[in-house]
């Protein structure tokens, strides 16, 4: 009889730990959904998507306002790709700088968090954010 009971509680238990991991992880997935989503806006994906539904465009229009919106995209790309020299020698220098106001600890210091900064965000180089998929 005893063991009955302590079965019926393991079963109770199993239950009530299944419960609380599915709820878990329903909230972890509701999380990670609202990141993606919010990064997808971020991004300028999907603001610009809802926005053009709203305007209804017929097939014609569609097509033109994608071309511009290709065209814009390079421009932008050409403009950066134009800056990018002229970038990192503002960050060499800004380095140097740095390097001789800040004490050899303080100078490791910085370029440690500096890098862990990058790695949170996502970017690779100073100032290089994730690529976007019409990007690469």
Request: a positive charge; charged letters at 30%; glycine letters at 6%.
């Amino acid at each position: 009889m005893d063991r009955i009971v302590k079965n019926k509680w393991q079963v109770r238990l199993a239950a009530l730990v299944i419960f609380l991991l599915g709820t878990a992880a329903g909230a972890l997935s509701y999380n990670a959904y609202q990141s993606w989503a919010h990064a997808q806006e971020r991004n300028g994906r999907g603001g610009l998507e809802r926005i053009l539904e709203r305007l209804q465009l017929t097939p014609e229009q569609k097509a033109q306002v994608q071309q511009i919106l290709t065209d814009a995209r390079e421009q932008v790309r050409a403009a950066h790709r134009e800056a990018e020299p002229r970038m990192q020698e503002i960050r060499r220098q800004t380095d140097e700088r740095l390097q001789k106001t800040l004490t050899p600890e303080q100078w490791q210091q910085f370029q440690q968090a500096t890098e862990e900064m990058r790695a949170r965000h996502g970017r690779g180089r100073r100032g290089e954010g994730p690529r976007r998929e019409d990007e690469r």
